[in-house]
């Protein structure tokens, strides 16, 4: 199993930054591939950004160009948020894939003000 715990969400206005981070301990070296969703109340959880073992990243559209994902020894995910929009306000929730399922974090909340 892998328990993952997120940090760095909070409020920040139009325009604004934040940088998600993602701690995984357990069985390390079973993670394929690492990613950030995201959750607005009634929608469905999206996929934000994903990153593979070989360092292989994948964006959603709505913030390609303004969000980067990255690793930091095969330990620590994390999210740049640049050019932050109201619409992106969503609990984010950080997750990690192996060859024999999935792990989620508890989520954090981010919040952008008009």
């Known amino acids: 199993q892998v328990q993952l715990v997120e940090s760095g969400g909070g409020l920040v206005q139009t325009g604004g930054s934040l940088r998600l981070s993602c701690a995984a301990s357990?069985?390390?070296?079973?993670?394929?591939?690492m990613g950030w969703y995201r959750q607005a109340p009634g929608n469905q959880r999206d996929m934000v950004a994903t990153i593979t073992r070989g360092g292989n990243t994948n964006y959603a559209d709505s913030v390609k160009g303004r969000f980067t994902i990255s690793r930091d020894n095969a330990k620590t995910v994390y999210l740049q948020m640049n050019s932050l929009k109201p619409e992106d306000t969503a609990v984010y929730y950080c997750?990690?894939?192996?060859?024999?399922?999935?792990?989620w974090g508890q989520g954090t909340q981010v919040t952008v003000s008009s």
């Open positions: 357990g069985s390390i070296s079973s993670i394929n591939a």
């Open positions: 997750n990690a894939g192996t060859t024999w399922g999935t792990s």
